[in-house]
């Protein structure tokens, strides 16, 4: 989105897109209960951004070295090595994977209503001229 608008919503836009990945892998995740030598995947970036965002911020650097590093954020897969205690090989914790599911659509309606809030705050500033 335009720097007109901020760094904001580019924000919002990029861990919405990172927060459907999470959510997708972790349906993934489910999907597998039932396979043989499965092992559950997560998906991470949080860390990663802030870091990112913190560094272009580092000594007054502009908008634009901003947007580049919310922009340039990928997420990081994983997968979880730790042992099965089921005779398949298979890690998948339902309980575990439900919680992490929950978690992340309401990170996800949380951001939805975050940029759908910046939107209608610039609509009225828009109707004010």
Do not use: C
């Not at 897109?17 to 949080?46: C, H, M």
């Not at 099965?84 to 298979?90: K, V």
Request: charged fraction near 25%; hydrophobic fraction near 35%.
């Amino acid at each position: 989105m335009s720097l007109f608008y901020g760094n904001g919503i580019a924000l919002t836009e990029k861990t919405l897109d990172l927060l459907w990945g999470r959510q997708n892998l972790t349906v993934n995740n489910i999907a597998n209960v039932d396979t043989p030598n499965y092992k559950s995947k997560y998906l991470t970036f949080e860390n990663e951004l802030l870091h990112r965002i913190s560094t272009a911020e580092k000594g007054g650097q502009k908008k634009v070295h901003v947007a580049r590093a919310i922009d340039g954020q990928r997420a990081r897969i994983h997968s979880t090595r730790n042992e099965s205690s089921r005779l398949d090989g298979n890690n998948v914790d339902m309980d575990q994977e439900q919680v992490e599911l929950v978690k992340t659509t309401y990170a996800y309606q949380y951001m939805v209503n975050s940029v759908n809030n910046d939107i209608k705050r610039l609509m009225a500033a828009v109707k004010s001229f």
